[in-house]
């Protein structure tokens, strides 16, 4: 059993246990297991639709929180790999990370950072971010999409043509 499915396995074990707990202000946000699966779930789908193939990256720039935590257990479940960069880090800094990094998907914790990040890269590479929540089509070498999976999580995709 590798350390996700111990993960997974220990979530459906106990499914109303309490694994995950946020500080906040007003006071503590918990998820149960049965709650964390839900999300797990919930952004596996979601991935599913976004054409990325097994080995591809995916970027996951947002503040530490329950949902980041899902969502970085359901890039892994999907076999693609997890780029996890700082939200905090200036909007110039993760342009720059996320093309070296050469993410396909660029999954951002609220629509504050996702604009600065599509701002830069639209400035600084030939691709542009549709406002509409349908794919649009570019130019053979580029495709972009914007979904919504949950309100707290807004991405934006990114798939370059591949390195030759």
Known sequence: MNFLENILSR???APDRVFLAE???????????AELLAQIAAARA???????V???????VA???IRWAALDLAIIAEGLIAVPLYARQAPAEL???????????????????RDAIAKRRASRCSTTFSRSRLPIRLPRRTR????TLSPSFTRLAHRAKPKA
Do not use: E
């Open 54 to 60: 097994k080995g591809d990256r995916c970027a996951l």
């Open 11 to 13: 979530l459906n074990d």
């Open 144 to 147: 972009l999409r914007r979904r």
């Open 95 to 113: 342009v720059a990370t996320l093309r070296d990094a050469s993410s396909g998907l660029v999954c951002c914790g609220d629509s504050a950072l």
């Open 46 to 52: 979601f991935l599913r639709t976004t054409g990325l």
């Open 63 to 65: 503040p530490n929180s």
């Open 23 to 33: 500080a906040h202000a007003g006071g503590d946000r918990t998820a149960t297991g």
